[in-house]
């Protein structure tokens, strides 16, 4: 008889229009060495059903991870943000959106967010591959149930870096 261990790999949503850089995260998750779902959904609309279907199957559980963009489809990052964040079962999910300072200063006012979720959006591969290991970093954080301090438990805390958009205070 073999000893089996159940290995449960990690679950990245990505809500992203542009096919290209779904692929370049995909590639530099990857490149890293991670092992893990990325699931990517191309509209904000899917995205929206997706995460609403999750919230009512309380059997099945949430992502590990979400990164999402602003500029999408029908229902926005910003749309879809708010509901991830209206709903219990995605409290302790990490949620990160490429904003701008504008979006980012209305989320704030709105408290949805923290400032750990603004991250700056890739333009190269270098930066692709520091963004496979914060969303990496979080969803494991997120699986081993580990908060980054006693002081902050908000899930987002575990992504540092030069990632961090450049308005964050």
Not at 77 to 106: H, M, Q, W
Not at 142 to 169: C, M, N, W, Y
Request: aromatic share 8%; proline share 5%; glycine share 4%.
């Amino acid at each position: 008889m073999s000893d089996l261990k159940k290995v449960h790999v990690p679950v990245i949503v990505y809500v992203e229009d542009n096919a290209g850089d779904a692929l370049l995260l995909q590639e530099a998750l990857g490149e890293c060495g991670h092992q893990t779902v990325l699931t990517i959904i191309e509209d904000g609309a899917k995205a929206l059903r997706y995460f609403e279907i999750k919230a009512s199957a309380h059997e099945v559980p949430p992502p590990h991870c979400i990164l999402l963009d602003t500029h999408l489809p029908v229902v926005t990052g910003i749309e879809l943000l708010r509901f991830v964040r209206s709903c219990p079962l995605f409290n302790d999910t990490p949620v990160y959106i490429f904003a701008s300072k504008d979006e980012y200063l209305a989320l704030l006012q709105d408290t949805v967010v923290s400032d750990e979720s603004f991250l700056t959006k890739p333009g190269v591969w270098q930066d692709f591959l520091a963004l496979a290991d914060v969303l990496m970093r979080s969803a494991v954080a997120k699986q081993e149930h580990t908060i980054a301090s006693l002081d902050d438990a908000k899930p987002e805390v575990h992504a540092e870096g030069t990632l961090r958009a450049d308005f964050v205070t």
